[in-house]
């Protein structure tokens, strides 16, 4: 991990493979240039989006699964848990 990425929340996106289409809209949105089209086709014919992510630069921030037309994108977000945080008081309104 690279420094000063301590503070900065981690994730990974995973796409349906044989629902994308390939529109590389998802290329576009992340922020750190992480998703690329795959090299191989999908039964539909399309070259389908994967995460390249070597160094674990995915905050989880979920740009691609939003703009993705086709809703193919899921993203998991990497919690970290402190067991000595307080749990913060709940607000609830009526």
């Known amino acids: 991990m690279a420094a000063g990425r301590s503070s900065l929340a981690r994730g990974r996106m995973v796409v349906n493979e ?14 750190y240039g992480l998703i690329s089209m795959d090299t191989h086709y999908n039964a539909k014919g399309y070259r389908p ?3 390249i992510d070597p160094e674990s630069r995915c905050t989880g ?3 691609c ?9 899921t993203v ?9 945080a307080k749990p913060k008081p709940r607000i ?3």
């Open 18 to 31: 044989a629902m994308c289409k390939g529109c590389e809209l998802c290329t576009i949105v992340c922020p």
């Open 49 to 51: 989006a994967k995460l």
């Open 61 to 63: 921030c979920t740009l």
């Open 65 to 73: 699964a939003m703009i993705c037309p086709d809703a193919v994108i």
């Open 76 to 84: 998991f977000r990497h919690v970290k848990v402190h067991s000595h």
């Open 92 to 94: 609830v309104t009526a």
